[in-house]
């Protein structure tokens, strides 16, 4: 029997959960002082919520769930079958599946909109910290299961809900000491770029394999274009975009000349321009254009971003975009947003390999009462209730334990404060502090005892 985790998925010890909650912590004290507001919705969805939003790709790393119980009459099965032997897998699917877990929390969040639209203000600044699950291969930074930490602002066309998204990137990663580049591009200059090629009907195909260019190379990515139908020529002409260096006004500006035809083109490059230029500004300088910026997820329609670590071996680490009707797919048209997602996992894994927890994360409990036996646990009791009011953590050794055992716990947990109470401090009531760190050793009267340790 292997009752290991399920492959993509992880058990987290107490330490590890320390060093997580940090960064949950961090993301949403910024999240806060930005005034947006938090909200949650349920593990799954059902399938019609979720299918069609995030591409051919995106729907296959469904975690679709069975229907139980509904399926087991004799006639279903039948069906079932007849789909299974004609090859039509969808129609088998929605048999035995209704159900699916979010593969994201954009689309469930625009789910939420439409249905609680009469009782949220617009535009409405969202923040949600939860999980998600993709069906994917697991390996290194990517997960079957893993949280996100989204912020949405909707109901608003406005380019400064753009500009407050990158100050909220910018203070995060330099609150982790993480140095970042944040990559940015605009939806409307990919859609010109096929336009440009008159081939709009297949910008997907463009924008699935130049995303792709830092993974396989630019080699591969036009054997790809020319699987999905694009002639050499085509490629030729593609490959200059993908080589475009220098700095953000220089790419811009050989980017402009290709594009000049184009008005959603023109359209996307004032954008894109309106936001470097703010971002310059107020002092974001780690921000780069690039054209091959594309993101898998068809429901963006003006800017788009990813975040990178400097000097760490990682895919993205914060992504998001502007989508300009999602909300309609469920009913309520008209609806701008714009969003960031960051990935927790991710970024654990970078502050790691960077050494930049801070180092008294694992103290959780601050003082430790030794134990050494009942009326000396009872003045125990006494003390720590008085340290838990004033939110000083605390605990008493459970046990009348050797002296070493407890002493032993104490190192093992990094708690830097220990209380030893024995017959003489507590005739005395004097309880003898001792400074795990410096070795010292401090006999405190009661009276000040709760002051030693604010």
Request: proline share 2%; aromatic share 10%.
């Amino acid at each position: 029997m292997d009752y290991k985790a399920v492959k993509g998925t992880r058990d987290f010890l107490p330490v590890q959960m320390q060093k997580r909650n940090y960064i949950f912590d961090t993301i949403k004290s910024v999240y806060k002082s930005h005034s947006f507001l938090q909200i949650e919705t349920p593990a799954m969805e059902n399938l019609q919520t979720l299918m069609g939003k995030y591409g051919e790709e995106g729907d296959k790393l469904l975690y679709k769930i069975l229907d139980s119980g509904k399926f087991l009459r004799q006639e279903k099965v039948e069906e079932f079958s007849q789909h299974i032997n004609n090859s039509e897998i969808n129609k088998a699917t929605k048999m035995i599946a209704e159900k699916g877990l979010r593969y994201d929390l954009t689309v469930p969040f625009a789910r939420f909109v439409v249905n609680h639209q009469n009782e949220i203000t617009f535009p409405f600044k969202r923040y949600q910290i939860q999980t998600v699950w993709r069906a994917d291969r697991p390996q290194k930074g990517r997960y079957r299961e893993f949280y996100q930490c989204d912020a949405d602002i909707i109901g608003s066309d406005s380019l400064m809900n753009e500009i407050e998204l990158l100050q909220i990137i910018d203070e995060v990663f330099k609150t982790f000491g993480l140095g970042v580049v944040i990559k940015i591009n605009n939806r409307k200059i990919l859609s010109a770029i096929s336009e440009v090629l008159g081939k709009q009907e297949q910008i997907i195909d463009i924008t699935v394999a130049i995303d792709k260019l830092d993974k396989i190379g630019l080699d591969n990515v036009l054997k790809e274009l020319e699987e999905k139908g694009f002639t050499k020529e085509d490629c030729e002409r593609i490959k200059p975009l993908l080589l475009i260096k220098g700095e953000n006004e220089e790419k811009l500006s050989e980017i402009e000349k290709i594009i000049s035809s184009s008005d959603i083109g023109k359209k996307g490059l004032e954008e894109l321009k309106y936001v470097l230029d703010k971002a310059k500004k107020i002092g974001i300088e780690n921000i780069e254009f690039d054209v091959t910026l594309a993101r898998g997820l068809n429901y963006y329609t003006g800017a788009i971003l990813e975040v990178k670590a400097k000097d760490v071996e990682m895919g993205s680490i914060t992504g998001g975009g502007r989508y300009d009707n999602l909300t309609g797919i469920f009913g309520l048209p008209n609806i701008s947003g714009v969003g960031i997602s960051f990935g927790a996992d991710r970024i654990y894994d970078c502050l790691e390999e960077k050494n930049l927890f801070p180092q008294n994360i694992q103290t959780t409990t601050q003082v430790l009462f030794v134990n050494f036996g009942e009326n000396e646990s009872n003045y125990c009791i006494e003390l720590s209730k008085e340290l838990r009011k004033h939110n000083i953590s605390c605990e008493i050794y459970p046990d009348t334990a050797k002296l070493k055992k407890q002493m032993k716990y104490a190192n093992d947990r990094n708690i830097p404060f220990v209380v030893l109470i024995g017959e003489e401090e507590l005739v005395a009531k004097q309880p003898l502090v001792k400074n795990m760190i410096s070795g010292e050793q401090t006999k405190v009267s009661q009276e000040k005892f709760l002051n030693y340790f604010l």
